[in-house]
């Protein structure tokens, strides 16, 4: 099974409109962290925002929130007032109990459109 | 700019040879890791190590080793390459603080290897 599920393979969204971006995961460890990362056309990873299963409030970075849902094993990315520059892949990614490893999901492809 | 750096930035090589790959980690971090990336199978995480000892391994080839020298730098050996083994091939490095700490990677720009 897998570990991170994206089920957006892309997404076309206007400029300034708010984007989710969803990821669900799979884990039965109770100790666990999960990332968003950002990797435009240039090719690097750029790490944006992180939660960890015990946190108790939403990450929070700028204008990316993660919508932590532990129940429903669901971690999405929420990027406010959308940018042209956050045109780019983006893929959610698990950290595991004592593992420091991370598993990523295939990734959304984000388009921003002017 | 991460703070990672990674040498070749292109590699072009034909099918047989062998390559290295070299990272330098972000000054004060002990982990290095190294990823591939390529278009079937996506980011794949291949193996860690944390300061100069292998601490974990994913799907990494028999072909392919690592290791982590004293000055904390990593080199990836890529030997008897073949065309499904062109992809980009990412370091990264992290702290690593335990376990109540994001213990986030910082990913250098990767190495583009192209196999003929």
């Known amino acids: 099974a897998q570990k991170i599920t994206q089920t957006q393979p892309g997404m076309f969204v206007q400029e300034k409109e708010a984007v989710t971006l969803d990821c669900t995961y799979d884990?039965?460890?109770?100790?666990?962290?999960l990332f968003w990362y950002k990797q435009p056309s240039s090719g690097e990873m750029i790490f944006l925002i992180y939660?960890?299963?015990?946190?108790?409030q939403n990450a929070t970075e700028g204008r990316y929130s993660l919508n932590f849902q532990k129940a429903r094993k669901s971690a999405n990315l929420v990027i406010s007032a959308s940018q042209l520059g956050d045109s780019a892949m983006y893929f959610c990614?698990?950290?595991?109990?004592?593992?420091?490893?991370?598993?990523f999901g295939k990734g959304t492809r984000l388009h921003i459109l002017p | 700019d991460s703070g990672v750096t990674q040498t070749p930035k292109h590699l072009i090589t034909a099918t047989g040879q062998r390559v290295t790959l070299r990272c330098s980690p972000r000054?004060?971090?002990?982990?290095v890791y190294w990823y591939q990336q390529s278009l079937d199978q996506g980011l794949q995480f291949l193996i860690q190590?944390?300061?100069?000892?292998?601490?974990a391994k994913g799907n990494i080839l028999e072909r392919f080793s690592a290791q982590q020298f004293p000055d904390l730098h990593s080199e990836l050996n890529l030997s008897s390459l073949e065309l499904g083994d062109s992809a980009l091939y990412f370091c990264a490095s992290s702290v690593v603080e335990g376990l109540a700490s994001p213990n986030e990677q910082f990913f250098g720009p990767g190495t583009r290897l192209t196999v003929l």
């Open positions: 884990t039965s460890d109770p100790s666990y962290g």
């Open positions: 000054s004060g971090d002990l982990s």
């Open positions: 939660q960890g299963s015990y946190d108790q």
């Open positions: 190590y944390y300061n100069g000892e292998e601490r």
């Open positions: 990614a698990m950290r595991e109990g004592q593992d420091d490893k991370i598993i």
